[in-house]
């Protein structure tokens, strides 16, 4: 379970402010058809994030403890610094394609999601924890946690959270997992 806890929290809090959520607002305000759009974003994050924690899982058989302790532990560092740099809103592709609004928001979300951060911690999670399952149920439902109250209240979230702050905490999350795991901090690996 602490797997998939980690994985939820540290996803829902590093989305915050990611270009993908700014994508679920802008698609929302394009589309103004919620469930599709959902549905997109839910399909879009269990395939990306599946494909990540395969790779994940796969590290660990492949990589021998010690190397694979070093390179976790700063990878989490890493992500650390990668969530104090907040994306853009210009960085986003929202062209809508002639698929539908379902088939466009899983092409984009899936495309975005590529080599991104949340995709990045999916990979380091699942090799963390060597429990696909619970990480990518974690990280997918973390995407769904930032995402889908962006599609419905749109830029008054941005408004109301303190998106600094938000960063700042998943930053800390992600350099105390960094430390613990480079240190073997009770046997974490």
Do not use: C
């Not at 759009?37 to 899982?57: E, Q, Y």
């Not at 911690?121 to 990480?135: E, G, N, R």
């Not at 149920?137 to 962006?150: E, K, R, S």
């Not at 998106?163 to 613990?180: E, P």
């Amino acid at each position: 379970m602490e797997a998939f806890f980690i994985s939820t929290g540290i996803v829902a809090l590093a989305e915050m402010g990611d270009k993908t959520q700014l994508l679920s607002l802008l698609l929302a305000a394009k589309f103004r058809r919620p469930l599709p759009i959902i549905l997109g974003i839910l399909v879009a994050t269990l395939l990306n994030h599946a494909f990540a924690g395969a790779i994940g899982s796969w590290l660990t058989a492949f990589i021998g403890p010690d190397v694979l302790r070093w390179v976790l532990g700063l990878s989490f560092l890493a992500m650390a610094a990668w969530t104090l740099v907040p994306d853009k809103i210009d960085d986003v592709d929202a062209r809508p394609a002639r698929l539908g609004v379902f088939a466009t928001t899983a092409f984009a979300f899936f495309l975005a999601e590529m080599g991104d951060k949340t995709q990045v911690a999916t990979i380091a999670l699942a090799a963390k924890y060597a429990d696909f399952y619970p990480v990518v149920a974690g990280t997918t439902l973390g995407m769904m946690i930032a995402n889908v109250p962006a599609v419905f209240l749109g830029n008054r979230i941005i408004q109301m959270v303190s998106l600094k702050l938000v960063h700042g905490i998943a930053a800390a999350i992600f350099a105390v997992l960094g430390v613990l795991t480079l240190f073997n901090v009770g046997n974490l690996l």
